[in-house]
Structure formats: C-alpha cells, structure tokens
C-alpha cells in the first residue's frame, strides 16, 4: 500500500471514529467549508478505503461495547429521557451495523418494539406523531367537535 499523507491517515482514523466523511475531514484538518467535498473525494480514493478497513479490523477493545450501550438505553427509557434513549438505539444499530435482514419481523414482535417505542416518547409526542401520520382522522375530529359546539 502507498504510504498516506498525516492528514489522510487522519481522515482515516477520524472516519473509524465518526462514520462520517465530513466529520472526519474537519478533525483531519480540512477546512469546514470544503470537508464535505474533500470527505466524499477521500473516501473514493483505493488507498483511503484500504487504510480504513485495515484500522477497523485492528480495532479491538476490553469493553463490551453492545452490552454498554444497551445498558444506557435502558437507563434512558426507564427515566423517561425519550431523547437520550433514541440516540442510544441509534448507535446500536450502527455498532450492530443495522443488518435489518437478521431482524425478527412478525407481528407481535412490532407490536411489542412500537409499544415500546411509544413508552419512551412519551404520550404527548406520540399523540403528536399519530397526528402526522393520520391527519385526516384528526382534522375530522376536530372538524365534527367544532360543528357540534356551534350547534348549541
């Protein structure tokens, strides 16, 4: 493999970090107003890719990291923190790299994940996003109410 530039082995240990180009970029060293370019030119480069996969298959660590995340998740939902418990769901799905093919998908298992989903959010958010998902039921509601109250 060509030897990289410091900066690009940057970008490649930034990237390992982040999992995303533009974030990587800027730690690196490339000015903000053109990361985003220079993170997807980067990324295109064969050495660049090379250097990447071998620092991920050298990452190893003492900590299981699914376990602690998990644990963090759980800690965020039962104190109610809807906020904190989504974002550790997200970084599980990119730890576990969201391999939705191995995911169980009948229906009680759904039921059982919205349910869930729901308790974390809370029920004013969750009223919120039935709302966005079926307006039409909430406008005729709303609409037959208020036609009720001014018949009175």
């Known amino acids: 493999?060509?030897?990289l530039n410091d900066k690009q082995e940057r970008f490649c240990q930034?990237?390992?970090l982040h999992r995303n180009a533009t974030k990587a970029a800027t730690t690196a060293g490339y000015s903000e107003t053109s990361a985003h370019n220079q993170g997807h030119r980067l990324l295109q480069d064969?050495?660049?890719k090379e250097r990447i996969d071998e620092l991920t298959n050298e990452i190893s660590t003492d900590v299981d990291v699914i376990s602690e995340i998990e644990k963090q998740y759980e800690v965020?939902?039962?104190?109610?923190?809807?906020n904190t418990a989504l974002k550790a769901l997200e970084l599980l799905a990119k730890?576990?790299?969201?391999?939705?093919d191995e995911v169980s998908t009948d229906e009680e298992t759904l039921e059982m994940e919205i349910v869930n989903a729901i308790r974390v959010m809370g029920l004013e958010k969750s009223f919120q996003l039935f709302e966005l998902a079926f307006p039409e039921e909430f406008t005729s509601t709303t609409d037959t109410e208020a036609g009720s109250d001014n018949d009175t």
């Open 1 to 3: 493999m060509s030897l």
């Open 95 to 100: 730890v576990r790299g969201n391999n939705a």
């Open 14 to 16: 930034a990237y390992i």
């Open 46 to 48: 064969s050495r660049i």
């Open 76 to 82: 965020a939902r039962n104190a109610g923190n809807g």
